[in-house]
């Protein structure tokens, strides 16, 4: 039983290009949230989301960045415009249910903005 | 009043030796409390939690102390070995809610 994929592991974007970051969650689970880690930080919650509905995303940025869960396919994180200030690491976890319970992480996708 | 506040920021322990990090909270609405490893390069895995109906929770080497009256709870590895050396991070989360509000992590090294 896969755990939860993220893809790409590494990704480098020049300034003012867009990033897409891919997760596919653990079978069975249809909760999904990201998270973003800084250098030497915590995870910071972006944004929660179910098959084709964003519940939550109180944690990401006004401006661009989107997030998305459609019926058939990964979840994806998009940041347009990347600046430098967006250079982290992007962790996706997942669940079965919504609500205070276990999330399992991936192994998350290290995001470098040159 | 959503922080999670933990110590130390990193920690050197001889093999064998006892390793305890610290999560202090203010939110009283908290009701679930999982502790986090991650590797460099690999994301977060789920090590132990706890609700606060009980005081402590063991799995094998790994135990966590909740303490409700002093919105503490703590992580203690015992007989700790090379291979914990890691990172580790407390969390908390409110009911009926999903997001995590993670502490700002430990750094673990163990040495041999």
């Known amino acids: 039983n896969a755990g939860v994929m993220q893809n790409p592991r590494h990704l480098v974007r020049r300034r003012g290009q867009e990033a897409r970051l891919r997760c596919s969650p653990m079978k069975g689970h249809s909760h999904v949230y990201w998270y973003r880690q800084l250098p030497e930080e915590g995870l910071k919650f972006m944004v929660y989301?179910?098959?084709?509905?964003?519940?939550?995303e109180s944690g990401m940025p006004k401006e661009r960045f989107s997030a998305e869960f459609p019926k058939e396919g990964p979840s994806i994180l998009r940041i347009q415009q990347v600046v430098r200030g967006d250079s982290a690491a992007y962790f996706c976890?997942?669940?079965?249910?919504?609500?205070?319970?276990?999330?399992?992480f991936g192994q998350g996708t290290r995001l470098t903005v040159v | 009043q959503q922080q999670v506040k933990q110590s130390p920021q990193s920690l050197i322990v001889q093999k064998g030796g006892i390793s305890i990090i610290n999560c202090a909270y203010e939110?009283?609405?908290?009701?679930?409390f999982p502790w986090y490893q991650q590797f460099p390069g690999k994301g977060p895995a789920l090590l132990i939690a706890?609700?606060?109906?009980?005081s402590e929770k063991k799995e094998g080497r790994f135990t966590i102390s909740f303490n409700k009256s002093a919105k503490q709870f703590s992580l203690h590895i015992m007989d700790s070995q090379p291979g914990d050396s890691a990172t580790y991070f407390c969390?908390?989360?409110?009911?009926?809610?999903?997001?995590?509000?993670f502490g700002t992590g430990t750094r673990l090294k163990v040495l041999a």
């Open positions: 939110n009283t609405a908290f009701d679930y």
């Open positions: 976890a997942s669940s079965q249910t919504g609500y205070n319970t276990e999330a399992f």
């Open positions: 706890i609700r606060p109906d009980v």
């Open positions: 969390a908390a989360s409110e009911p009926g809610t999903y997001k995590y509000i």
């Open positions: 989301l179910q098959k084709e509905n964003i519940i939550d």
